[in-house]
């Protein structure tokens, strides 16, 4: 008898569970990072930071970015993630 740990219905997605706790992991990450800079506001343009997911390079490695209106943003949002 094999014996195959599953979450939910991620048998039918095909997705182990090694899969679903790192999408999990990056679902929380990217949560934490987002209520982290979501009251940050450009002083010079008024635009917010966006943060980004995408696939990395290889198997189950995602890539996390932020994009930034300005240098000035970005500096400020830098801070704000270092406390």
């Given amino acids: ?41 450009c002083p010079t343009h008024g635009q917010s930071p966006r943060l980004q997911a995408s696939e990395g390079e290889g198997p189950g490695k995602q890539k996390l970015s932020f994009q930034c209106c300005c240098d000035e943003l970005r500096k400020i949002m830098e801070e704000k993630l270092k406390s």
């Fill in 1 to 41: 008898m094999k014996f195959e740990p599953s979450l939910g219905d991620s048998s039918e997605k095909g997705e182990s569970l090694k899969d679903q706790l790192q999408k999990q992991v990056l679902e929380a990450t990217l949560k934490t990072l987002q209520e982290k800079v979501s009251t940050l506001v």
